[in-house]
T-cell receptor, first 116, second 111 residues
Framework: EAQVTQNPRYLITVTGKKLTVTCSQNMNHEYMSWYRQDPGLGLRQIYYSMNVEVTDKGDVPEGYKVSRKEKRNFPLILESPSPNQTSLYFC???????????????FGEGSRLTVL | AQSVAQPEDQVNVAEGNPLTVKCTYSVSGNPYLFWYVQYPNRGLQFLLKYITGDNLVKGSYGFEAEFNKSQTSFHLKKPSALVSDSALYFCAVWGYSTLTFGKGTMLLVSP
């Protein structure tokens, strides 16, 4: 089954404790992206990756890091989480960032993160 | 930079009636426009897109959207709403290698 898998789905942590949210897709997609969803703000892009070893900042990259060492994986790293990073996070992938299928994103189920 | 506006936080409609969810956009060049739906506790699902061609595009679950270049709008429509259509709907525009979303419109369909 074609899917984007995120883990963990739910996490409660404390300020400053490093954490990683993993994201994996099994569709051989080139393009991957992270979004955060907050009430009244919609979805805002954190980082994206056009392909392996190519990443770039989205609208709200502060406090986050990403890496794209393999095509299928795109982990989101919070080096020192703060309460303002409490949010619902979505990983998404697309066949390509430049082809006619541009913008047709497949989303994971989301990871709800609470930072105390 | 591109942007999307969804002027209604919530749209209420009775089952069987037509529905419209509004969206306006701003982007340089030709627009690539999308609608996504989010059901409770789920990720977003692609509904339909406009890239070029016919201004009326058809998508999943009987939804369609009308592109209007002069009004920079891309409204989502369905001729007859179902209770199961109740969800959060997002309009989005592609540009600069990113998909920019509106804030979302909650659609509530009453029996």
């Amino acid at each position: 089954e074609a899917q984007v898998t995120q883990n963990p789905r739910y996490l409660i942590t404390v300020t400053g404790k490093k954490l990683t949210v993993t994201c994996s897709q099994n569709m051989n997609h080139e393009y991957m992206s992270w979004y955060r969803q907050d009430p009244g703000l919609g979805l805002r892009q954190i980082y994206y990756s056009m392909n392996v070893e190519v990443t770039d900042k989205g609208d709200v990259p502060e406090g986050y890091k990403v890496s794209r060492k393999e095509k299928r994986n795109f982990p989101l790293i919070l080096e020192s989480p703060s309460p303002n990073q409490t949010s619902l996070y979505f990983c998404a992938s697309s066949l390509s960032g430049t082809s006619g299928r541009t913008g047709e994103l497949f989303f994971g189920e989301g990871s709800r993160l609470t930072v105390l | 930079a591109q942007s999307v506006a969804q002027p209604e936080d919530q749209v209420n409609v009775a089952e069987g009636n037509p529905l419209t969810v509004k969206c306006t956009y701003s982007v340089s060049g030709n627009p690539y426009l999308f609608w996504y739906v989010q059901y409770p506790n789920r990720g977003l699902q692609f509904l339909l897109k406009y890239i070029t061609g016919d201004n009326l595009v058809k998508g999943s679950y009987g939804f369609e959207a009308e592109f209007n270049k002069s009004q920079t709008s891309f409204h989502l429509k369905k001729p007859s709403a179902l209770v199961s259509d109740s969800a959060l709907y997002f309009c989005a525009v592609w540009g600069y290698s990113t998909l920019t979303f509106g804030k979302g419109t909650m659609l509530l369909v009453s029996p």
